[in-house]
């Protein structure tokens, strides 16, 4: 099947994906050797290491698809071998030493080699390039190849190093290729060492991959798999039930329990390490504490959770989810709309006289996201808070974040998938950080020094203490931990990931 992009634009995108992909998706993915996937975002970037997609969550799974991570990550969020067979620092942490996979080879058929893991870490430490984590990356340096063995300076400790390179941006790209064609000439034909290659690409539309046969953990189990991007759930789920897709998630749980135990689908739905979080921008009457903590008060996590989440949630009340390293229960601020109201009248507003600020949300982009801001502006309006929605796409959400530009609250799903303080609370409330909108210099104080702190229990301890000053501050208001649902036809078997990426690799025939 090959049609042009002019072809494509003319059918239309419902038309072109449901009349050319739909047709041969009626028949089971085992079958046709097809896997078909109902996505939730886009693809703006082939390139996992640079720009603000690079930081997206939700983006991971295409990307974990074609290309392969320093180290590897179980759907449990075990750490495993991935390029790199083996990691650590020596006994002072003054060195940090990697052993690189023998016998991988990139889509185009060159050799994998030490030098393209080099020429990777140093490519993501040099600000230029533009890694949305060169901080973390740039920590190390003046890497030596020995054999298979790499060799590094530490030049600034930091404790999650190897940990980001099972995480966002912590991909390998190769060395010779990409400098021969360029950033441009990447984006339009992207390789990686990943179990799938990439085959056809419609912007807004689809992504078509097939198995990379010589794939090192395996061939895959489907010779090709679609990413179909269908941004609306309600749209996700009409692709399952005319057998459009065979695949979707982050579906309205109503559709998801209605589905789930009928006749040819299955579906499960289980904790994620991904986080709901209204961020708050120390602007306009944000800068009032009065201000924010009645804010946060105010909502009634629970009552979000059970009625609009079907239960499928946990409300929390720190940027840390239990599953994470410096989760600490006894941190509550509570439901309570009285105290609400005492702090917005101590700052002068009431239900006749409201605080008034803008908060921005997706629509679709996960379950009940803008129903659930709904609620909360209505909670808001009962106790003297008048807040305007608006809604955006989540490219939008990532580059006003990047340019400080985010509304006084802004919704947001936040993805921790290697649950370390740091890459929650951390890049998310540290005024240097480019993923943070909030900048104070007491926060920042308290977040400095943690970064580079080698005692562990010590480090850990820290960054308690910072998530119970945010949450005494109303710095930041943290909703619930999702569970995320995942919908597919029975022929299938579904491992959830905790990560919350739909991987293909986890799903096979059942």
Known sequence: MTLSRRQALGLGAAAFLTGVFSGRNLVSAVESGTLTIAYNVNLPS????????????????????????????????????????????????????????????????????????????????????????????????????????????????????????????????????????????????????????????????????????????????????????????????????????????????????????????????????????IFLNNIEVMLDKNVRLAAHHAIDKKAIVDRLLRGYGVPIDTLEAPEYDAYDPSIVVGFDPEKAKSLLAASGFSTDKPAKFKIQTTRGFKPKDYEMIQAIVGMWRKVGIEAEIEVYEIAKHYELRAADQLAPAAFYNWGNAIGDPTTSTGFAMFGPSPHSVWNTDDLDGMIGPLWGEKDEEKRIAGWKAVSKYIAEEGYVIPLLQYAQPLLYKATLKVTPNVSGALQPTLVSPA
């Open 46 to 277: 082939f390139d996992p290491t640079v720009g603000p997609s690079a930081v997206n969550p939700s983006i991971q799974a295409i990307y974990r698809s074609v290309f392969d991570q320093f180290i590897g990550q179980g759907p449990d969020l075990s750490f495993q071998p991935g390029l790199l067979t083996a990691w650590g620092w020596n006994d002072d942490k003054t060195k940090v030493w990697m052993d690189v996979r023998e016998g991988v080879t990139w889509h185009d058929g060159s050799p994998f080699t030490p030098e393209d893991v080099v020429w990777s870490l140093n490519r993501a430490a040099d600000e230029k390039t533009g890694n949305p984590i060169q901080f973390i990356w740039s920590t190390a340096g003046n890497y030596t190849i020995d054999g298979n063995r790499i060799t590094g300076d530490v030049l600034r400790f930091e404790p999650t190093f190897f940990k980001w390179m099972a995480f966002l941006t912590g991909y390998i790209l190769p060395k010779a290729y990409y400098e021969k064609v360029g950033p441009e000439g990447f984006e339009k034909a992207p390789i990686g060492t990943g179990p799938y290659m990439v085959d056809a690409y419609e912007g807004n539309a689809f992504l078509r991959l097939k198995a990379n046969e010589n794939y090192f953990g395996g061939k895959p189990a489907f010779d090709t798999v679609v990413f179909k991007f269908v941004p609306d759930g309600t749209s996700r789920v009409a692709e399952l039930e005319s057998g459009a897709s065979d695949i979707t998630l982050e579906i309205p749980y109503e559709e998801f329990d209605r589905l789930k135990g009928t006749d040819g689908f299955a579906g499960v739905a289980t904790p994620i390490s991904d986080i709901g979080m």
